[in-house]
């Protein structure tokens, strides 16, 4: 993979722009200027300051570039499709894109969209912004690349040696539809319910948010099944997906989630990407969906208050 280009300057975009660069040609690029120098804290404590190639997709528009050998789109989810048409025009429609989204929404219509080919990310890299300067690498994690209809293997392979060689551990899979679903319904039982709360993943064991954890899952195993979402490790049903919310809960006790993130510094959600896919399915189903979208609505009028 000769260039990438990074879309969406946010944790995870810069993280990638900090672990690419040092080995091949990679452009960050957003909405607003960014410093050039760039620093990064290891999982180690460790800072290191880059000089990171940035421009603005105004700048991009003014000045073109030659066209990079994949795009990866690192944007909230909401704003994947927004972000790729402003650049769309500055590239070959078969340029291969990269989804680095959560839930299942930019996915499946980018991939029904985009002539060329689409791979998409799942990570547990745990990183977050400090300032325009600066991203904290709080924990390493896998990473796993696929495509939703299984077409491009060799390609999510290139990529993920990229990435691996980068630094940033990277595997190829023939399974991502699965993997973006569970991560998914964790999502779905966790972070609707500590944004609106305020409260740390760890509070989530306490008994007043845990039957509605317990409520969430229940309605997302049903629709899982539907989606023929297999339950994780070798477990049954809702068990195994209440297992899985646990343990993750337990391992991210002190964390705050990324929706909370959002809540507290009043941008707009992913219930859209996290909630939506779930209550859709919901309907297309004839299932109960009464938790689900109970808690959609409660975000949606929280977010109309900022
Ligand atoms: O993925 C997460 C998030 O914050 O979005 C969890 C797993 C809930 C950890 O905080």
């Not at 900090?18 to 460790?46: C, K, M, N, V």
């Not at 790729?84 to 499946?108: H, K, R």
């Not at 796993?144 to 595997?171: C, K, R, S």
Request: charged share 20%.
């Amino acid at each position: 993979m000769t260039s990438h280009w990074i879309l969406g300057p946010g944790a995870i975009g810069r993280l990638l722009a900090h672990s690419l660069s040092p080995f091949t040609d990679a452009t960050l690029i957003g909405r607003r200027t960014l410093p050039e120098h760039q620093r990064l804290t290891t999982p180690e404590g460790e800072e290191r300051t880059q000089r990171l190639a940035t421009v603005t997709v105004a700048e991009l528009a003014s000045h073109p570039l030659p066209s990079p050998g994949c795009v990866h789109i690192t944007t909230k989810a909401m704003a994947a499709e927004t972000a790729l048409a402003s650049i769309a025009d500055m590239i070959p429609p078969t340029i291969p894109l990269v989804l680095w989204q959560n839930g299942f929404l930019a996915q499946p219509r980018l991939t029904d969209r985009w002539p060329g080919p689409v791979l998409c990310a799942t990570t547990t890299q745990g990183a977050y912004l400090t300032g325009s300067d600066g991203v904290v690498h709080a924990g390493r994690g896998p990473t796993f690349i696929g495509d939703l209809n299984n077409q491009h293997g060799e390609l999510a392979e290139v990529m993920t040696q990229a990435l691996t060689q980068a630094n940033f551990a990277a595997t190829a899979v023939s399974d991502i539809r699965q993997r973006l679903w569970q991560k998914l319904a964790v999502n779905a039982a966790i972070n609707p319910l500590v944004a609106l709360n305020g409260v740390r993943n760890g509070e989530l064991r306490s008994d007043a948010y845990a039957v509605r954890v317990e409520a969430v899952i229940a309605e997302a195993a049903a629709i899982l099944e539907q989606e023929s979402i297999a339950p994780p490790a070798g477990g049954k049903g809702e068990d195994a997906w209440l297992a899985l919310v646990w343990q993750v809960v337990e391992n991210t006790a002190n964390n705050k989630a990324s929706m909370l993130q959002d809540v507290e510094a009043k941008r707009p959600t992913e219930r859209g990407a996290i909630l939506g896919p779930l209550i859709e399915s919901a309907e297309r189903h004839g299932l109960a969906c009464r938790e689900l979208t109970k808690l959609n609505s409660e975000l949606a009028k929280l977010e109309a208050a900022f």
